[in-house]
T-cell receptor
């Protein structure tokens, strides 16, 4: 089954403790993205990747890192999480421009 | 990418057609209209897209006006599971790869 898999689905952590949210897709898509969703602000793009070793900033990249060492994986790294990064995070992948497939989401709480 | 305007909320009786409008008066010739939906806190789901011709798939129909300044997403027989936020997105081919701009969308509530 074609899918985008994010882990973990739920995470509670404390300020400053490094964490990684993994994202994997099995559709051989070149493009992958990370979004965060906050009440009243909608979905905002954090980082995206056009292919292996090619990444670029989205609208809200501060406080996040990404890497794309393999085509299928696009982890989101929070080196020193802060409470303002408490949010719902989505990973997405796409082959055709405009048609993106989203993961189920990761709900992160930073205390 | 052109800006879109959607009503914040709509409701529909189960079994009836749900017609969701979207205005995109500044759309340019190479921009497509995409529709996504998001069921409460789940990942957004692609529904349909089109350029200027009407489109239909197993989920919905998309009607784009002749001047392309507005469109309507039609769910022909709405069910309770269609309750979701529906996003209309206008995007040019070749625009920043991997980037989609989601607005506030329309909260569709289907009632029994």
């Amino acid at each position: 089954e074609a899918q985008v898999t994010q882990n973990p689905r739920y995470l509670i952590t404390v300020t400053g403790k490094k964490l990684t949210v993994t994202c994997s897709q099995n559709m051989n898509h070149e493009y992958m993205s990370w979004y965060r969703q906050d009440p009243g602000l909608g979905l905002r793009q954090i980082y995206y990747s056009m292919n292996v070793e090619v990444t670029d900033k989205g609208d809200v990249p501060e406080g996040y890192k990404v890497s794309r060492k393999e085509k299928r994986n696009f982890p989101l790294i929070l080196e020193s999480p802060s409470p303002n990064q408490t949010s719902l995070y989505f990973c997405a992948s796409s082959f055709t421009e405009g048609i993106q497939y989203f993961g189920a989401g990761t709900r992160l709480s930073v205390l | 990418d052109a800006k879109t305007t959607q009503p914040p909320s709509m409701d529909c009786a189960e079994g009836r057609a749900a017609n969701l409008p979207c205005n995109h008066s500044t759309i340019s010739g190479n921009e497509y209209v995409y529709w996504y939906r998001q069921i409460h806190s789940q990942g957004p789901q692609y529904i349909i897209h089109g350029l200027k011709n009407n489109e239909t798939n197993e989920m919905a129909s998309l009607i784009i006006t002749e001047d392309r300044k507005s469109s309507t997403l039609i769910l022909p027989h709405a069910t309770l599971r269609d309750t979701a936020v529906y996003y209309c997105i206008v995007r040019a081919r070749g625009s920043t790869l991997g980037r989609l701009y989601f607005g506030r969308g329309t909260q569709l509530t289907v009632w029994p």
